[in-house]
Every structure is written in C-alpha cells, then in structure tokens.
C-alpha cells in the first residue's frame, strides 16, 4: 500500500517563502508521475507542480516562484514556494499515479493516491 504524508505547511506573510515536503512509503515503482495540487475553499483542486520521468511543470499562477524537486534515494517530493502571494492560501496536497501522458497528468482524477494534504495560509 502506498503512502503519502506531507509536511511543511504553515502561516506565512506575503512574499515569505516555504518548502513543503511530501515522503512516500510502499511501492511506488509504477507511478510515472507524481505533483503538487492545491484547493482553496470554493475552489476546484488544481495542479501546482508535476514531476514524470524527466520532465516537470509548473502552473502558469506560480511560474517564476515555485519549483518541485524529487529525492528518490529519500523516496521524498519537494515544493519550494517563493514571494508567496495571499492567493497562494490553500490546502497543499501530494499525489501519485500512473497517467497516459503530460496532459494526462494535469487531472488530479487522474491520480491514485494522495496524501492528507498540508495548509499553507499566506497573510497580506
């Protein structure tokens, strides 16, 4: 069985910045990408950052200010967040699976597994 947990999360002011963390436990060698989404209230979940095998994109909203990493040896997935902005302000959530290709990845649906999620709240 596969587990996510993140940590990382927190209050922060506008223009501060946060690492997030997201540790994966079982077997994960079936997943050809794993992400970053994130959910304000009222809002669908959205992608943040995506890592497949080589490749990794990052969200128009925080293009120039977020970047993700991968540590495979510490089985861990990094957010680095930058100028944090209020509109940042969301539950951060870790996710693995198996998509059908860089489209593909951007749907959360498309995702098997999830962690619990983590809160970022970015005060102005």
């Known amino acids: 069985q596969v587990r996510l947990t993140e940590s990382g999360g927190g209050l922060v002011e506008a223009g501060g910045s946060l690492t997030l963390s997201c540790v994966s436990s079982?077997?994960?060698?079936?997943?050809?990408?794993m992400g970053w989404f994130r959910q304000a209230p009222g809002k669908e979940r959205e992608d943040v950052a995506i890592?497949?095998?080589?490749?990794?994109t990052i969200a128009d909203s925080v293009r120039g200010r977020f970047t993700a990493s991968r540590d495979n040896r510490e089985n861990t997935l990094y957010l680095q967040m930058n100028s944090l902005k209020p509109e940042d302000t969301a539950m951060y959530y870790c996710?693995?699976?198996?998509?059908?290709?860089?489209?593909?990845?951007?749907?959360?649906?498309?995702?098997?597994?999830w962690g619990q999620g983590t809160q970022v709240t970015v005060s102005s």
């Open positions: 996710a693995a699976g198996r998509c059908g290709g860089w489209w593909d990845s951007l749907v959360p649906q498309r995702y098997s597994y």
């Open positions: 079982g077997d994960t060698t079936n997943f050809n990408y």
């Open positions: 890592i497949g095998r080589g490749s990794l």
